[in-house]
């Protein structure tokens, strides 16, 4: 049996985003400010447009996209869905397995759903210059691609063990018009303090966004943007989900199962935020965070107000967090070590709405293997995450009996990964599970709060 592709036309792009606030069980814990009393809008206005921000505070349920957001989004969207036999008759499961593909937007991953609306809003708002952060480059590229489509010079602090891993998406938002410094670095304060207690530090993405905001703070035409995190990102990356239900419409089915990778929450919220109306009202769905076991914030860590950043420049917000100090080691999925994750997918895991998670490097890049062998496409390391635990739950239905739907995020594509499938070609990756005696040293750093 072929593998079934199921398209949307160009008319069929979202109108709308949709805000998972309005129908959660409780509203979103909110945001603290570094003195611990509540944060408010205007406090938010030294990094970003008012739009986004009215997004960030927002409980309305659906917002519309700009026209001109949308036509940029035509340029891939909408992305493919895929039914996955070849895979299913590999692993000899009974269960259906689809994949919504993000790999065919231009910069290669998902990533780019967020950067072209926050580069539009900035540019409306007069707003010259933004900076950033990125670990694996997936949102660096995604960002250096939107700012160069709306003119607007974009600055990106590189995690600098992904600097040195990831040389390709370094030339792809030197290409874009990007300028990329790998951190911490001595161009900002929060920088130059990691150096001076560390010298050979490898970066963290706390660290990163902590060099980002400074610069954007310190700047009037320079903004902040994000790629994941906080709920305005989330919200955009709905497109995801909502073209996906869509999709299984067309073939009449439903997922029972959804992975996604998790490393901020961009993945998780932007593929499973529109399904968690139906689960609300009745429908028997699981929505399953996949992370890495050497970042297990959901599963390992703490649920509690802390920074998203190192230097502590950033709102506090109630999520789980392995600490602001954290230091992740250098796994090959750049973009899932992040200390803590969305407070939105934070709460509605801390609620038993979301589950999650972790597995194994060595797991992960075996499955992405086995599926670029039966489908073709070779995963990011952060996809292979998906990849994995949707072959798991298919093999759990080899095992049962059940023929279950599957559906997961292949969030991009690893053609400027190749690096770290050589490395696990050659047998030079291991497995590495956080030490709980460093979690715990972390957690003693959290705000008192």
Request: hydrophobic share 40%.
């Amino acid at each position: 049996m072929t593998d079934t592709k199921i398209l949307l036309d160009e008319s069929e792009i979202p109108t709308h985003w949709y805000n998972v606030v309005a129908d959660m069980p409780n509203p979103p814990a909110p945001y603290l400010g570094p003195d611990g009393q509540l944060l408010t809008p205007d406090a938010m206005q030294a990094i970003f447009p008012p739009a986004i921000i009215e997004q960030e505070m927002s409980s309305q349920r659906w917002i519309e996209i700009p026209n001109e957001v949308r036509e940029i989004l035509r340029l891939w969207r909408p992305a493919p869905l895929y039914r996955a036999h070849r895979l299913e008759q590999a692993l000899g499961t009974p269960a259906k397995i689809y994949f919504k593909y993000e790999g065919v937007s231009p910069a290669g991953s998902h990533k780019v759903n967020s950067a072209v609306a926050q580069a539009w809003y900035n540019r409306e708002a007069g707003i010259k210059r933004l900076t950033t952060e990125t670990g694996a480059g997936q949102w660096g590229s995604s960002l250096s691609l939107a700012g160069s489509m709306f003119g607007l010079q974009v600055r990106i602090y590189m995690v600098k063990v992904s600097h040195g891993q990831k040389p390709f998406r370094r030339s792809m938002m030197q290409t874009w018009g990007g300028e990329v410094i790998p951190s911490p670095s001595m161009h900002t304060e929060a920088g130059r303090r990691v150096l001076a207690a560390d010298p050979d530090n490898q970066g963290s993405l706390g660290t990163a966004i902590s060099e980002a905001v400074e610069e954007a703070a310190s700047r009037s035409d320079t903004n902040y943007a994000l790629g994941s995190v906080l709920n305005h990102v989330l919200l955009h990356q709905t497109v995801i989900g909502l073209e996906a239900k869509k999709q299984l419409e067309k073939v009449g089915d439903y997922p029972d199962v959804i992975f996604a990778p998790c490393g901020g929450g961009s993945n998780v919220g932007g593929m499973m935020f529109p399904f968690l109306a139906d689960k609300a009202a009745g429908r028997d769905i699981r929505l399953v965070a996949v992370e890495p076991d050497s970042c297990p914030t959901l599963t390992r860590g703490h649920y509690a107000y802390d920074f998203g950043d190192v230097a502590g420049l950033t709102p506090m917000m109630k999520m789980y967090t392995l600490g602001h100090d954290f230091m992740p080691p250098g796994i090959h999925a750049g973009g899932l070590r992040y200390h803590g994750d969305s407070a939105l997918v934070s709460q509605l895991y801390h609620e038993g709405i979301l589950e999650a998670v972790a597995v194994p490097q060595l797991g992960t890049f075996e499955s992405g293997v086995l599926f670029s062998k039966t489908m073709g496409i070779i995963p990011a390391p952060e996809s292979n995450h998906a990849v994995h635990a949707a072959i798991q739950e298919a093999l759990r239905c080899k095992e049962s009996g059940e023929a279950k739907t599957i559906l997961f995020t292949l969030s991009g594509h690893g053609h400027f990964d190749m690096a770290s499938y050589d490395k696990y070609l050659a047998g030079e990756l291991q497995n590495y599970s956080y030490p709980d005696e460093a979690i715990r040293a972390a957690l003693a750093t959290l705000p008192k709060v």
